[in-house]
């Protein structure tokens, strides 16, 4: 099921579907790219920053960055 | 000539700045510790170089004030030697920056840094096929101890720019 990284839930993993343009860059030099694994690790609430885990380290985004990468999530 | 240490944050590159110069600057294990830079020197042969610990970054597009600083400091010393520090355990996110420095034409030496760490997480990468995709020299090292720092120096010197297609061909091949 494809779902917005900001909209995954606590623990769920999932393969990074899509990036949306000029965030592609923005976010590759911290490790996510097109086919990676992801994994949700943390969530803030009221609007937070969200906390992913790619290749063994933590890495928060914003929830304007987070709304704009489609996870294909496993179940 | 210059040499300018670079990448990510909490790598390690104030360690290896500290044990090329002999300096002291603040080593603390939490990322985000050298927001200026610092400078050295160490004597290669008979030449003197100047030694400059860059501020860590994710990419060479600048997103905060250390960063800025660091991409400033590339485009100011573009006749210097970039050593691209790398975490070994994350080597993925290490590469791209090694990447985009090499795209901008600078003179890049390799060092794989915490090389112990990958190896107590059985991370193994392979050295002499990495040095071959990407032309350029790649040395193991553990700053902590020590290890590998040597070698790193001796390298320096020899380094060469490397044209991003032939990285991208060697790739194609392998």
């Not at chain 1, 623990?11 to 590759?28: F, W």
């Not at chain 2, 050295?127 to 553990?142: A, D, M, N, S």
Request: aromatic content about 4%; charged content about 25%; some cysteine.
């Amino acid at each position: 099921m494809e779902k917005k990284l900001s909209e995954m839930k606590y623990g769920a993993q999932g393969i990074v579907k899509s990036i949306k343009g000029d965030l592609r860059n923005k976010v590759a030099g911290m490790g996510i790219r097109v086919n990676k694994r992801i994994r949700m690790a943390t969530k803030q609430p009221i609007k937070g920053p969200v906390v992913v885990t790619v290749d063994e380290s933590n890495i928060s985004l914003g929830l304007g960055i987070a709304e704009n990468i489609i996870v294909e999530v496993e179940k | 000539m210059r040499i300018l240490l670079m990448g990510h944050p909490n790598v390690g590159k104030s360690v290896v700045f500290n044990r090329i110069t002999g300096a002291n600057v603040t080593e603390s294990n939490y990322p985000g510790t050298t927001v200026d830079y610092e400078k050295g020197y160490v004597r290669i042969g008979h030449e003197e170089m100047e030694v400059i610990d860059v501020p860590g970054t994710f990419s060479l597009e600048p997103k905060d004030k250390a960063e800025e600083v660091a991409v400033k400091m590339l485009e100011r010393n573009k006749d210097s030697v970039v050593v691209c520090i790398i975490d070994s355990t994350k080597i993925e996110r290490g590469l791209y920056l090694a990447l985009e420095i090499i795209e901008r034409g600078s003179r890049v030496v390799v060092a794989l840094n915490m090389w112990d760490i990958a190896e107590d997480k059985n991370i193994n990468i392979d050295v002499e096929k990495l040095r071959q995709i990407l032309g350029v020299p790649v040395v193991p090292t553990i700053a902590v101890s020590g290890e590998g720092i040597k070698e790193l120096v001796s390298r320096i010197s020899g380094a060469t720019s490397v044209k991003i297609e032939s990285v991208m061909k060697n790739v194609g091949g392998s």
